[in-house]
């Protein structure tokens, strides 16, 4: 006979896609003297295991090679959350002519204990599009296979910086107008135009 101990659950070793899981080695009985045990399966006590779920299996074999086993899981889960580093705010002008600026910067990478990581866009909006008059935040989210998160924000700032345009009639001579010092005088108010409405 052979007892092997309860499964063993323990979270990754920080920085590894693992950790070092220690467990006592099981031990075997039999009705007769001169038995051994041996690991048949899984990393041995001490060893690293990785992210998941590992089967570690010990076998006794007595004198007269009758044998016996038991099986217990290591079960490392990955609590290690990913990192995200987003790039300082931007402040740019409006783009002559525009009620915005087309503004680019380099999408955040990430990184993370195990590989496999998914980095979105969750608010704001892509690198070379025209960005608004005003502030907008732009937030990315890395997301690992364990679907541990972390997130990053910065803002993109466009300011108008283009000044309005308008336009007077020319100038207008006319004569007074009969028995009066002056002269009704009647022109189209001035119009105006700006790159925002």
Not at 8 to 15: C, F, H, Q
Not at 84 to 103: F, Q
Not at 126 to 145: H, K, M, N, R
């Amino acid at each position: 006979t052979i007892s092997c101990p309860s499964d063993i659950t323990v979270g990754n070793d920080l920085g590894d896609c693992g950790a070092v899981v220690t467990f006592t080695d099981p031990t075997g009985a039999d009705n007769c003297p001169g038995f051994s045990v041996s690991q048949i399966a899984g990393p041995a006590s001490g060893s690293e295991f990785p992210v998941g779920i590992t089967q570690v299996t010990y076998e006794v074999t007595d004198g007269a090679g009758n044998t016996a086993s038991c099986s217990f899981n290591v079960i490392v889960n990955d609590t290690e959350d990913p990192t995200i580093s987003c790039p300082s705010d931007i402040t740019v002008g409006n783009d002559l002519g525009d009620c915005g600026a087309v503004v680019n910067f380099t999408v955040p990478s990430g990184s993370d204990n195990c590989s496999g990581f998914n980095v979105n866009r969750t608010t704001g909006l892509d690198p070379g599009s025209v960005f608004p008059i005003g502030t907008t935040t732009v937030t990315y989210e890395i997301t690992d296979g364990s679907n541990n998160t972390a997130s990053c924000s910065f803002d993109v700032t466009v300011n108008d910086t283009e000044d309005p345009t308008i336009s007077c009639p020319s100038d207008i001579t006319v004569d007074n107008d009969p028995g009066t010092c002056g002269a009704v005088v009647t022109f189209t108010d001035p119009a105006g135009a700006d790159n925002c409405p």
